[in-house]
Nanobody, 122 residues
Framework: QVQLVESGGGLVQAGGSVRLSCAVNGRSFSSLTLGWFRQAPGKEREFVGGVSWSGNTTWYRDFAKGRFIISRDNAKNTISLQMNSLKPEDTAVYYC???????????????WGQGTQVTVSS
């Protein structure tokens, strides 16, 4: 199986930046598609972005383009989410997820972390 643990969340002021990390424990990390999701209070979980097996291809939702950057380090078995120019509406629990398929459907990633809270204050 695949186990994921997020870290790096916390309280940040609007306009600031946060970098989240996810440690992945698996036997085939380099062949996993990895993604980030978030769930705001009272709202459904939504896709933020993902990165392919090689790290050369990324996918982002419109709200993340130009502000968020997803990267992976296959040597360290980690994935990161750099979030810049944060807004109060970015407040959510952020989850990393993994799947053995290439670019799986947004809501069908198989493996999930426990989440880390990001709170953006005004």
């Amino acid at each position: 199986q695949v186990q994921l643990v997020e870290s790096g969340g916390g309280l940040v002021q609007a306009g600031g930046s946060v970098r989240l990390s996810c440690a992945v424990n698996g036997r085939s990390f380099s062949s996993l598609t990895l993604g980030w999701f978030r769930q705001a209070p009272g709202k459904e979980r939504e896709f933020v972005g993902g990165v392919s097996w090689s790290g050369n291809t990324t996918w982002y939702r419109d709200f993340a383009k130009g502000r968020f950057i997803i990267s992976r380090d296959n040597a360290k078995n980690t994935i990161s989410l750099q979030m810049n120019s944060l807004k109060p509406e970015d407040t959510a629990v952020y989850y990393c997820a993994a799947d053995r398929r290439y670019n799986p459907p947004d809501k069908q990633y198989v493996y999930w972390g426990q989440g880390t809270q990001v709170t953006v204050s005004s």
